[in-house]
């Protein structure tokens, strides 16, 4: 069973940094490619980028340029920063797994819901 | 970017019933093609991959089917455990993305 979790903080205001951090155990975190997607308050999901282990990334052009995720393969954690944050980012943002047998998202984290608030 | 388009977006219906969804690619994306369900308060689950490939432990009553622009997903028989919004996801093309999702519920 893969073991994720994920931590950050719950609110954030305007403008400043949203961080939050995705911590997952050794055998699963090699060899796969994983994202971070979130959920705004009662509607649907939205994908934000992926990091595979050797560091490379892709992200939604939808997020233009404010979304940074990296990794730390010493620790097996990966983490996104999403920069000059409005309240339209205000969701439960989650970590997840691209499986390598089964071509989807097989594995979420327990998801994160952060505020974007003053 | 891929738009999906799923309908309907919410639907009622009874247990034993045959439930549809269908969702519609803005181009094709071949047999790309996920489905999730998620339950209120819970991270999604994918239930079929590749259009019509059923994940390891979900019940057959679950079942997929489509390629290129239009997909189609079916519960037979649902359950009331089957009470859940459901997603359509692309990966043909980067970047990735979802249907608005349909909400399944009891009449």
């Known amino acids: 069973q893969v073991q994720i979790q994920q931590w950050g903080a719950g609110l954030v205001k305007p403008s400043e940094t949203l961080s939050l951090t995705c911590g997952v155990d050794a055998e699963s975190f090699r060899g796969y490619f994983w994202s971070w997607v979130r959920q705004p308050p009662g509607k649907g999901l939205e994908w934000i980028g992926q990091?595979?282990?050797?560091?490379?990334?892709y992200y939604n052009p939808s997020l233009k340029s404010r979304a940074t995720i990296s990794a730390d393969t010493s620790t097996n954690q990966f983490s996104l920063k999403l920069n000059s944050a409005t309240a339209a980012d205000t969701a439960i943002y989650f970590c997840v797994r691209w499986g390598s047998r089964t071509p989807g998202f097989d594995y979420w984290g327990q998801g994160t819901r952060v505020t974007v608030s003053s | 970017d891929i738009q999906m388009t799923q309908s309907p977006s919410y639907l009622s219906a009874s247990v034993g019933d045959r439930v549809t969804i269908t969702c519609q690619a803005s181009?094709?994306?071949?047999?790309?093609l996920n489905w999730y369900q998620q339950k209120p308060g819970k991270a999604p689950n994918l239930l079929i991959y590749?259009?019509?490939n059923l994940e390891t432990g979900v019940p057959s009553r679950f079942s997929g089917s489509g390629f290129g622009t239009n997909f189609t997903f079916t519960i037979n028989s649902l359950q009331p455990e089957d009470i859940a919004t459901y997603y359509c996801q692309q990966y043909e093309n980067m970047p990735l993305t979802f249907g608005g999702g349909t909400k399944v519920d009891f009449k």
């Open positions: 181009q094709g994306v071949r047999h790309y």
């Open positions: 590749e259009a019509s």
């Open positions: 990091i595979n282990h050797s560091g490379s990334t």
